[in-house]
């Protein structure tokens, strides 16, 4: 190539280069506008293991300041270190153990404006008829009452803030029943979620706290661990599953951060179903 046809060629990817960058940035923008969490406190619970540590480092990601909460303290030390987050160790099954998450957060990050309910846990695998009361307990307290209880507690500093955003993580199981696998109380909590969503929604829309659960299907974790210990199982998730993927955490992350940041500005008192298409069938 010679010289005058490298300046021309110059001189013609120069307006397109730049339009090229002008076009990226702009998407980037954008895409910062409405899901960058800059200097946003954040409460995920459940945050040992799982989806609540998957969501955890999608927070941070997006700026947002997250405090960490679930029992396992080691295990919570090492991911703050990670997202430069905060650790709070609590069990959450302890309702007046609780009470004492929000003000740890408070203190140590400053006023929350985002909460992500995501612990949660089977107590028994019995069926109904048999079900023993205090393990029925255990996960309504758990499951249920503890987002309540949170929520009660984020609720003034949101008020606050002017604006807030609290995401429940509930199940597909909260929804439609699943043969062969046993949860009715675990079933009526995560049900339960989405009958509390929608009344907070509406009552706290005045204050511009949004108020919506995300429910959902399959994917490994400590809970679903021996639906994936056998061959037979596996091919049962698959077969009954539209999408010819298996689900994961990082698929439901998705959900909660068009719900945590301005994308789902207008989005309150919903249950979004992420799947891969198993209630719709």
């Not at 060629?9 to 969490?37: C, I, K, Q, S, Y």
């Not at 696998?181 to 829309?205: C, D, F, R």
């Not at 919506?212 to 061959?231: C, H, K, Q």
Request: aromatic letters at 6%; a negative charge; proline letters at 5%.
């Amino acid at each position: 190539m010679t010289p005058a046809s490298e300046t021309a060629n110059a001189a013609h990817e120069g307006p397109a280069a730049a339009a090229t960058d002008a076009a990226d940035a702009a998407v980037t923008g954008a895409t910062a506008r409405m899901f960058g969490l800059d200097g946003r406190v954040a409460i995920v619970t459940g945050a040992s293991s799982g989806l609540g540590v998957a969501v955890a480092r999608a927070l941070a990601a997006f700026g947002a300041r997250v405090a960490v909460v679930a029992r396992r303290l080691d295990k919570l030390t090492e991911l703050a270190k990670e997202i430069d987050g905060l650790p709070v160790a609590c069990d959450l099954s302890d309702l007046s153990a609780v009470r004492t998450v929000v003000p740890a957060v408070v203190e140590g990050l400053g006023a929350p404006e985002i909460l992500v309910n995501g612990a949660g846990s089977m107590f028994t695998y019995e069926r109904a008829e048999s079900e023993p009361v205090e393990a029925s307990r255990r996960t309504i307290d758990l499951n249920l009452l503890a987002p309540f209880l949170l929520a009660q507690d984020v609720f003034p500093h949101m008020i606050a803030a002017g604006r807030g955003t609290i995401i429940n993580i509930s199940s597909i199981s909260g929804k439609v029943g699943i043969p062969g696998i046993p949860q009715a109380s675990y079933a009526a909590s995560k049900a339960g979620l989405s009958g509390l969503t929608s009344e907070l929604a509406v009552q706290w829309a005045r204050h511009s706290i949004r108020v919506n659960t995300v429910a959902p299907g399959f994917f490994r974790s400590e809970i679903t661990g021996p639906l994936y210990s056998s061959e037979k199982s596996i091919e049962y998730l698959r077969r009954n599953t539209p999408l010819p993927k298996e689900g994961t955490a990082e698929d439901i992350v998705g959900a909660v951060l068009w719900l945590a940041g301005d994308a789902g500005s207008y989005v309150t008192g919903q249950t979004i179903t992420v799947d891969g298409g198993w209630t719709a069938r």
